[in-house]
Structures are given as structure tokens and as C-alpha cells.
């Protein structure tokens, strides 16, 4: 249990437990295994996808989608329940008429120039690409500038 | 079998792994299949920022997304060490001709190692594809508030109009940059 682990802006909230740090990071594990087996994290597929000189990259984000969308729809139909006896009813994050494309399309340059996206950039560290770490301290630079700039932003 | 395992995966069997991400989180915890955000929680975490999108972020409550983060970077190592995971993948032949012209050599790992290892990485190029690519993912995910993850594979599986236009947005962007500003970049 980390409840003295860190400082509480938010009291009420409860930390992670044991149980629960495991069971997110086998998830991670499993999502990281993926990542790198699919080749997604590779600059290569990346390039050769918008450039649609293969089916590899769109055969994968589309039976994910797929995959994720009948899965939420059984889960739903079934009133299924977390393991924390939650039940499961997942939302969407809100429309935001200029985020959404603007901040998608400035997400798409990097995502071109790099050859990495969120995911990937943990998953090449761990690949042992070691300059992603350049990459990933840039993204946080981005992520930094973004949080200050935000009230300036439209959204 | 262990040679199943260790050789390439196809598509059609990665795609559905990565797709059962979305059902295990929610069962896990009811959770929706996002990985960008932890970005703002390691500044929330371990940075003195004053920004409101800093200070109103709830650390503890994102715990178990910096966790996960934690277990993609061990996956991967799992995945390179024991499973074969860093082969080079088998990119068309007009791929392969597109790279030659980039002077990027035909893949032998994963990754080319003109822009993703020691000493390849000390060049302009590659320095311009980490530097300014990262920044732009980090600035660009969270204005558009998610990721490949979140966005394309989450929003997307749950029908959502916002996760929709920001996955046009990724895919025009991404287009845009590999078919006219990659190639410049690759000629310095």
C-alpha cells in the first residue's frame, strides 16, 4: 500500500495496492509484447503506411477497432462487472471542435517524423532503441508547452 | 511451435491482441485503453509546474496508467530478449526502394539504425525526426486529448464523433509529413 508513498493533493483519492499495480502492469506487459511483435513501433511500417505501400499497418487499427468495439457491445449487453465489481460502462472523451483535428493533425506530423506514437515511445526504450529517450523527453517538453499554452488555446 | 512464437505475427493476429486491450482494462477496472496521458502525470508527478493542466492532475487517481507505461517498456524488453521481437519486418519492395532513396539501408532490425541506435543517431536527421517529432506527438496528443491509443482505438471502438475526427486528423498529419517533409529531412 502507498499511502505515505506520495504527497496528497487529493486526499480522498486511494492509491494503487499491490493487487492493483500487478494486474496494470501484466496489462502493460501484455500491451508492450503486442506492440513490438505487431512491428507497429518500427519507423519502417509507419513510413511504408502513409505512404500506402502496405495493408499491414490499417489491417492491425482496423480489427482493433473491431475487436474493441464488439468487445465494449458484449460487455455492455452482458452488464458486465470489473473485478472491482464496478459495472462496466465506458464514455467518450467530449468533442472539441478544434482540438480534436488540429491537435490530431500537429499528433500526426510527429507521429510521421519520429516513427512513434505514445505507446511505441515507452516500447522502443524498453526495445533498447536507446535515442527514443531523446524522443520522449522532447514529448514531454510538448506536453510541458501544451499545459501552459492551454488556457491560450482554442479548444 | 515455439518457432510461431518467436518468427513474425501476422496482422490479422496482432491486430485482435492489441483490439483486447480495450475489454481487459475495462475489466481489469473499468478503465478506458489510453497511454498519452501518462505524459502529463510524470510532469504532474515529478516537475515543479504551476499550470493548471499540472496542479488539477490527480496523480494518484492515474496511477494505474503510469503503471502500465511501466509494463509496455518491460513487454518490450520481454519481447526483444525472449520472443524474437527486434527482426526486421518484411516491408514491400517499394518500401524498400522508397528507404534506399532516403539513404535508410533495407531493414535488418526493427528499427534502421540510422536514426534509432548510437552512432547513427548523432546526425542532423535523426536529431530533427527525435527532437521535433517527440515535441509535436507530446504538444499534439494532448491538445487533441489522446493518442493512437485512446483516440483511434478507444474512442473509435466505442463510436465516439471526437475520437473520429482526431484519428483523420493523425492520418492526414501523418500523410502529409512522411510523403513531403520526411523525405527532406532524410536528405540533410
Redesign the interface.
Known amino acids: 500500500m502507498s499511502d505515505s508513498a506520495t504527497a496528497t493533493r487529493k486526499p480522498q483519492v486511494e492509491g494503487l495496492s499491490f493487487g492493483g499495480f500487478l494486474k496494470y502492469l501484466f496489462a502493460g506487459i501484455y500491451f508492450g509484447i503486442v506492440l513490438v511483435k505487431a512491428e507497429v513501433i518500427s519507423w519502417f511500417r509507419i513510413q511504408e503506411m502513409f505512404h500506402f505501400m502496405s495493408f499491414h499497418m490499417y489491417g492491425i487499427i482496423g480489427l482493433a477497432v473491431v475487436v474493441g468495439a464488439i468487445s465494449i457491445q458484449l460487455l455492455k449487453m452482458a452488464k458486465a462487472k470489473s473485478v472491482e465489481g464496478v459495472e462496466i460502462n465506458p464514455i467518450g472523451k467530449p468533442f472539441n471542435k478544434i482540438g480534436n483535428p488540429v491537435g490530431g493533425l500537429i499528433f500526426g506530423f510527429g507521429w510521421a517524423l519520429t516513427g512513434a506514437c505514445p505507446g511505441p515511445l515507452y516500447a522502443n526504450l524498453g526495445a533498447g532503441y536507446w535515442p527514443i529517450l531523446i524522443g520522449i523527453l522532447s514529448a514531454i517538453l510538448g506536453v510541458l508547452t501544451y499545459g501552459y499554452l492551454k488556457p491560450r488555446l482554442p479548444h | 511451435m515455439w518457432e510461431a512464437i518467436t518468427g ?2 501476422p ?2 493476429v ?17 478503465k ?2 489510453g ?2 496521458s ?3 502525470h ?2 504532474a ?1 515529478v ?1 515543479p ?1 504551476k ?5 488539477s492532475d ?4 492515474n ?3 503510469l ?14 530478449l525472449f ?1 524474437g ?2 527482426r526486421a ?1 518484411e ?2 519492395p ?2 524498400q526502394e ?2 534506399a532513396t532516403w539513404n535508410i539501408a533495407a ?1 535488418v532490425r ?3 539504425s540510422e ?4 552512432p547513427g ?1 548523432v546526425s542532423l536527421r ?38 473520429l ?15 513531403f ?2 523525405p527532406l ?1 532524410m536528405a540533410l
Do not use: K
Open positions: 513474425p505475427w496482422w490479422w496482432t491486430g485482435p491482441l492489441l483490439g483486447l486491450m480495450v475489454p481487459i482494462l475495462l475489466l481489469l477496472g473499468n478506458n485503453f497511454i498519452s501518462t505524459l502529463r510524470v510532469c508527478a516537475l509546474v499550470a493548471e493542466y499540472f496542479t490527480n496523480v494518484r487517481a496511477m494505474w496508467n503503471v502500465l507505461a511501466l509494463g509496455v517498456i518491460v513487454g518490450a524488453t520481454i519481447a526483444v520472443l521481437g527486434d519486418p516491408v514491400t517499394a518500401a522508397l528507404f531493414p526493427l528499427q534502421p536514426i534509432y541506435l548510437w543517431a535523426s536529431l530533427i525526426s527525435l527532437v521535433v517529432g517527440g515535441f509535436l506527438v507530446g504538444f499534439g496528443t494532448r491538445y487533441a486529448g489522446g493518442c493512437t491509443s485512446g483516440h483511434a482505438i478507444m474512442g473509435l471502438s466505442l463510436l465516439n464523433f471526437g475520437s475526427v482526431a484519428t483523420v486528423g493523425f492520418f492526414a498529419g501523418g500523410v502529409l509529413v512522411s510523403q517533409i520526411v529531412v
